[in-house]
């Protein structure tokens, strides 16, 4: 994996993710693979033998070879937000990779149509087969739709678009009680004492937890300690309710839990690991149990208005979700 991958997994999302509401909405050609594995979660896999009608089957998107003019191309809605990174994965397309793509992007409310006015985001790059191909995009506008450019022909495995989302809030929503911490809402994981079997975006990713890979789950921890996730929510808000949830985790789940938080004033986010020692307890230390969805109410200190929450989990163990409500401080 080169660095610039790494940096995007680790400090952004993937806009790209069905489970946010990214949508495969259009290819020019789809002959020998659908355009909606483009965008898949799963890792791409490339089984020896299998064919289908067309051909062999592919992991991917894949268009026929073009034997005229033009280029093939596919328009992608994602969820809204700045996108600060793309990876054209080309994994297990080898002979038949796209040799070059480039990426254009627009804000809309309904689908684009032949009147709709594209913006580039990324010019035309060369790409590499059955590799990563990542580019880092400079634009720091809101987008929804990509349409991505292949030349002429070929495959591509997987797009994942990094970034983050960024939707405006209704009023209702802004007058009542939203899940300030959640990724649909603009929160972010920003950094965890150990992801070994589960990314910290898990945590406040849509939905319920589908199975244990779909959690935020440690190593087993065989020194003194505890582990930790640091998030920074999309709005500065009050807690009034914390939802804490072991989905799916039996064996593994934490032996107790504990909440801080803290309204950020400032300094770089590098070191907020350090910073967070120092932190107000939200929630004091509460004992977890099997596969179970805890609400707190009753038990959180009301500590004012917070930006960022550090959840800990004692000793180790694995949680599928979690969900701070509260009320978005107005501006005064």
């Not at 965008?39 to 005229?68: A, L």
């Not at 678009?161 to 007058?175: C, I, P, T």
């Not at 406040?204 to 190593?219: F, L, Q, S, Y």
């Amino acid at each position: 994996m080169n660095d610039l991958l790494k940096t995007l997994q680790n400090y952004w999302i993937d806009l790209a993710q069905p489970r946010l509401g990214a949508q495969a909405v259009y290819a020019t050609d789809e002959f020998f693979a659908p355009l909606e594995r483009l965008i898949q979660p799963e890792e791409p896999v490339f089984i020896p033998g299998k064919y289908d009608d067309n051909g062999k089957w592919m992991d991917g998107w894949e268009t026929r070879r073009k034997r005229g003019d033009g280029y093939d191309y596919a328009i992608i809605k994602i969820c809204s937000g700045v996108i600060y990174g793309v990876d054209l994965d080309t994994a297990h397309f080898t002979g038949n990779f796209a040799p070059s793509a480039s990426i254009e992007a627009c804000y809309s409310k309904t689908p684009p149509d032949e009147n709709t006015r594209w913006f580039p985001l990324l010019h035309s790059r060369a790409l590499q087969g059955n590799s990563h191909n990542t580019f880092e995009i400079g634009s720091r506008e809101v987008w929804n739709y990509l349409r991505l450019n292949i030349y002429p022909d070929g495959g591509i495995a997987r797009l994942r678009v990094y970034g983050q989302v960024r939707r405006e809030l209704s009023a209702d929503e802004l007058d009542g009680e939203l899940d300030l911490a959640a990724m649909l809402n603009g929160g972010r994981a920003l950094c965890a004492s150990d992801m070994h079997f589960g990314h910290i975006s898990n945590l406040i990713a849509p939905g319920k937890g589908v199975n244990m890979g779909d959690g935020w789950e440690t190593r087993r921890r065989r020194e003194p300690g505890f582990d930790w996730i640091i998030l920074r929510l999309a709005y500065v808000g009050q807690i009034t309710r914390l939802v804490i949830d072991t989905a799916h985790f039996k064996g593994n789940y934490p032996y107790e839990c504990s909440v801080c938080g803290t309204l950020y004033q400032g300094g770089n986010e590098d070191s907020i690991a350090t910073q967070s020692l120092y932190w107000d307890q939200i929630l004091p230390p509460q004992r977890m149990a099997a596969d179970t969805e805890f609400t707190f109410i009753e038990q959180l200190r009301q500590i004012g208005p917070v930006s960022h929450l550090r959840l800990n989990i004692y000793p180790d163990g694995g949680v599928s979700r979690l969900r701070a409500f509260g009320k978005v401080r107005r501006e005064e």
